[in-house]
């Protein structure tokens, strides 16, 4: 409360106080605000005249806010929240109430330097030479295609223009973090010109594993992009512009702790810590195998500019290649899947006596205490060996390229045409192997060995996108403009099972000997498949996607406008054997009536377990208004919107004997309203004060997967955001300046899962009526009430001098260290949920030097 009073007084004295500060130093002669221009429609144009929300991020207001990754500027903009959790490929960004689900794509179109990127990877990099970022929020599917369902996010960086240029950046922090930038910028001739850069990082992080003797950092970073770009102006109105990069990153993964769901079992057993709320909870990291995370980037891509006398082409290729692959404890000691394994049991009987967090223990023997007195209550990631080996691999390749005409000048009509091609290969699995007590090997599937594996998935997907696309936009009047813009995308998907056929489990006995000799992935199971194959998986999605714009100049000053569009993500495909492991270790097990997609081709609505997820589209209605006053130096802009979204697509995180699951499900319809408020106020050359607000409100309307969500609220969907600071930047001498730039960010509470409010069977119910006895069930029920992420509020603070060629900066990320919660994710059939721990404060020194 503290922490929030401080940061609420702060935004409210930077308000009051505007008048005032205006008046100091204030020429209205001189002084003026320079107008925005954004590419948010794919042509320069005033941000005023763009019928939708834009927030577009400056040069200065980049450097002066220290923006380098996408979580730096997210953070400043209303409406949009990122989760950066997991691992470093997975970055959740929600929009206005739309996220993007785990194993889909992302839910907005990242297009940098005017070149469409589909990796969701490929959003959470360092950015250098950055010149603007623009966030045009809504459907955007007319625009920019399939996947920009919530909007699209515009990054440019600067162009090399022949002028030789250099810039250095070194910053030091707590934790052990180094960052070094690098760039250089000059012509090979008079038409040829070049910029290299190149960037490296390290950090220990905030979480050390206290099993390892706080040797082993949980949340560990190194990365290192080198970058070249070179632009060819073959003459006045032809140019190529190309670019390509490589990247590796060395990290920690999988940054979560297990707490338990259990009313019932708590109040039954006075155990209050199996019902705990998250955001209450004290992390405690005792995982006995080290986690790392690699990935290694690859992209290059070309622009052509054709500049005619009445209309200009742009064409351009794009080729992309992100491998991601990660090892971490597993899940599985609480379902004594390995607990007759020997190595299992000696290390349980090694550990006595080790404190977990309650209400975990580890007793005498690896078996649960509900069946063996003896016996242990193990969550996840355990410091025993009875957790298993967890591997995950996210392989993909893009090859994508597009063509358009557009017209030249300011004339009453304007018009574009192209068309859009887009090949995607992605390999993604996912295994449980059997974890020796010595250094993992690493491997998927390891017919034999100390890491024997004991459960897989591993498939291979295709994607094919043709898209045909056009906008349309006409001068009604010189006050009036309506616009129209329309896409057609067809994208058809493709999956290959990869899990080798004859291949079966490795679950181990005392004596070394298999027990188990299940095939590794259930979708083989004779119960359920007497063909012993997966058969491939193949389907089409389309979508014609229109947006209707209308904007009204009321005066030179103010602008209204309103705006309607359909936005489309492509449905496609689970992992193989998803829809068999929920169905045989849930809906099997409790009767879960769980599902993964709704069935509308029966026209009933019934859950359909499937590996097969569908398409999501929406319908959004928008209407705002821009003003500004005082000769520009204030800026108002506000509007409200409405979003239906037809069968969402929603991430879903299943645990049990086999392992761990992620699937994409769909909700099948979700109401979103919103409204938004943007203020900004340059009340003289030296001061910047700025506050903007987003409300969302959000509802499940259907959900067959899940009936009995219906009401709850859109996963990952803040309740509220509120964005506001201030920027001060006063000389002291000829070539001295001083500066002091503030930025706060509240993010009002927030659930993520659909599972909300009430209680649910978990699989644990008709273990507690074996262990206990008839009528014990009631333990293994589980309430996720708890499991909403509260409200909090963090203060970002930059401090320093600068000359002319040179700035040193003082910073501190969460000044008030305040703790809160990156992710919760639930998993409801276990009975708890995996909580992922947000940045603590980091103090920390910048120098930059331009040469």
Known sequence: MKQRFLIGLLSSASVLTLPQVAALGQDEDVFTVEEITVTA?????????????????????????????????????????????????DTQVNIRGINGARDAENSFAFVLDGVLYTNPAAFNREYTNLSQIEVFKGPQGAIYGRNAAAGAIIVNTTKPDGESEGVVNLSYGQDST???????????????????SGDWRKSDGFYRNRFQNDAAIVDRYEGTNVNVRLVNNFSD?????????????????????????????????NTPAAFQDVNDFGFVFDANVPSDND?????????????????????????????????SDGTSAAFG??????????????????????????????????????????GAYTPTTCDGIQEQLRNQKDLSAEIRLASAGDTAFKWMLGSYFLKIDREVGVSLNRDSGETPIRGL?????????????????????????????????????????????????????LVPFGARQSVIDLNFDGVFNDPLNPALSSLINTTGTIADGEETYSKLQPKLSFTYDLSDDTTLFASWGVGFKAGGFNNSGSAATVNIFNNGFINGGIGINFADDLGVDLPVVSDQYDKETSSAFEAGF???????????????????????????????????????????????????????YSANEYLTVYAAGNVTDSEIKANSARADTVGNKSPYTASYTLNTGFDVNVPVSEELSVFLRADAQFVGPTWFHTVQEGQRSTIFQPLFELGFGA???????ADYSVSRRDAYATVDLRAGIEGENWKLTGYVSNLFNEKYLEEVIPAPEFGGSFNHPGSQRRIGVELNYKF
């Open 295 to 327: 990935q290694t980037s690859f992209e290059m891509s070309s622009k052509l500019t054709y500049d005619m006398d009445d209309m200009t082409l742009t064409a351009w290729v794009l080729y992309s290649d992100i491998k991601n692959n990660l090892i």
């Open 237 to 269: 109105n032809i140019s190529l512009d190309t670019k390509v990069r490589y990247g590796e990153v060395d990290a920690g993964a999988i940054t979560f702790n297990s707490t338990f769901n259990l009313p019932v079992f708590a109040s039954a057993t």
């Open 178 to 196: 180094f960052a070094a930038k690098a760039s250089y910028a000059g012509a090979l001739s008079d038409k040829t010109f070049f910029r290299i």
């Open 626 to 680: 821009k003003t500004s006053m005082l000769d520009g130096r204030l800026r108002v802009n506000g509007t409200g919107y409405y979003t239906k979204v037809d069968d969402m697509q929603f991430f879903e995180f299943f645990v049990g004997s086999f392992g761990l699951l992620r699937v994409v499900s769909n909700i099948d319809k979700v109401d979103i309203y919103g409204a938004e408020l943007d203020i900004n």
């Open 445 to 497: 599937y390891q017919a034999s060995g100390p890491n024997a594996t004991a459960s897989l998935v591993h498939d291979d997907f295709e994607s094919r996108v043709w898209a045909l696309f056009g906008q349309f936009s006409y001068d009604l009047s010189e006050k009036a403009e309506l616009s129209l813009a329309l896409r057609y995308d067809s994208e058809n998907r493709k999956v290959s099972s």
């Open 337 to 378: 899947f390995y607990a007759p394994d020997a190595t299992c049991q000696e290390s349980v009987a090694g550990l006595s006596g080790y404190g977990l967090l309650a209400p975990q223990f580890i007793g005498g023997t690896p078996n649960g205490v509900i069946f063996d007195p003896n016996g242990s209550f193990l």
């Open 41 to 89: 429609r794919r042509r320069s144009e005033s941000l005023k005249d763009v019928p939708g929300t834009v927030t577009a991020l400056t040069t200065s207001t980049l450097e002066k806010a220290g923006v380098q990754r996408a979580s730096d500027f997210v953070k400043l903009i209303p409406g949009v929240t990122m989760v950066d959790a997991a691992e470093v490929g």
């Open 775 to 781: 009528g014990a069930g009631a333990l293994g029920i």
